[in-house]
């Protein structure tokens, strides 16, 4: 069909939005100047829909993305109910197309009054996938995600503690196990520039807030692209405990997202202690584990503690992640 000036129209619950999703949005866009894309909220949706809109909106910036709310005493397969609630959700607006990859989108455009239906890969030859595969098996199906999507389901690890207990060097070894990848404390790195000014080890109240939202920001860029689980070389709850140390004060709780980690491993502090450019709390090592601990009980995600040999250590971890994972599933 020539592309010419219309409005489009692609409605579902979108949850999660998937490739066969964009694969429908992308067809639409080349038969359509504007593209309305409604977004179902219903009560058992496993994301909610401020949140599916956020990710349909990154997937397809020209698309006008809106919500659309249940009604309940509407059947979901009364479809000329449904078209009238729909309709009603449009205000007036003229719709040229509709775009459905349902068998039920003919009827439900003669049922809101748009002249066309465009049926888009009905029987998932083109991208086998459903929203309902991915709620079932989400670990399975990261490859029919979009970046934005994929980061919500990754499993991400944190591996906090106190100083010279072997952290970074685990986050490696895990994630060559998983074949996957892992995110380094920037917090470290931070600290290094500062030795190079002559400012080592000391500190401010807002350097710690830019690092934990940097920190935060690179997680969430490489939850992206992982593979099934992300290894973090620390995340915020070590920015608040190192403001504690540096500030002799209780830190302020960080302005950041909703925790996410599944799962924290603790190295228990009774390895050898190796000085380095930065490392200055050697006497603080089991108050800082102790610490950890508590500000861990807070999120309420489980931990583990790791002891013994650094070999021993990463084969405990390795167990605790193969039974977080069999925990949820596929």
């Not at 219309?6 to 694969?23: S, Y």
């Not at 719709?95 to 049922?111: C, K």
Request: charged residues 25%; aromatic residues 10%.
């Amino acid at each position: 069909m020539e592309r010419r000036h219309a409005t489009g129209l692609a409605f579902g619950k979108f949850d999660p939005p998937h490739r066969g999703h964009t694969l429908l949005f992308d067809i639409a866009l080349g038969h359509v100047d504007r593209l309305i894309v409604l977004v179902w909220e219903y009560p058992e949706s496993s994301v909610s829909a401020q949140l599916r809109v956020r990710w349909i909106r990154e997937i397809v910036p020209e698309a006008d993305v809106r919500i659309i709310p249940d009604d309940p005493t509407v059947q979901p397969l009364d479809v000329e109910r449904q078209g009238e609630h729909l309709k009603r959700s449009l205000r007036g607006e003229q719709i040229d197309m509709l775009f459905t990859s349902e068998p039920y989108g003919e009827a439900m455009a003669r049922a809101i009054g748009i002249p066309l239906h465009f049926i888009v890969d009905r029987d998932r030859g083109w991208i086998p996938v459903s929203g309902t595969t991915v709620r079932r098996s989400p670990l399975e199906n990261l490859e029919w995600l979009e970046p934005c999507v994929r980061a919500h389901y990754v499993k991400r690890v944190g591996i906090v503690g106190a100083e010279s207990t072997g952290k970074t060097t685990l986050a490696r070894r895990l994630a060559d196990h998983y074949h996957t990848i892992w995110v380094p404390e920037y917090g470290r790195e931070y600290s290094l520039v500062k030795v190079d000014q002559g400012l080592a080890n000391t500190f401010v109240s807002d350097e710690f807030f830019h690092i934990a939202r940097e920190q935060q920001r690179r997680e969430d860029e490489a939850a992206r692209s992982a593979n099934r689980l992300l290894v973090c070389d620390t995340d915020v709850l070590a920015t608040k405990v190192w403001y504690e140390r540096y500030l002799q004060t209780a830190a302020p709780w960080l302005p950041l997202a909703q925790q996410s980690i599944a799962l924290y491993l603790v190295p228990f502090p009774d390895t050898p202690y190796v000085p380095d450019e930065i490392r200055d709390a050697e006497h603080l090592r089991f108050w800082m584990h102790e610490r950890f601990l508590e500000e861990i009980a807070k999120t309420g995600a489980p931990h583990v503690i790791l002891q013994g040999s650094f070999d021993d250590r990463y084969e405990q971890a390795i167990a605790a992640i193969d039974a977080m994972l069999a925990a949820v599933g596929p």
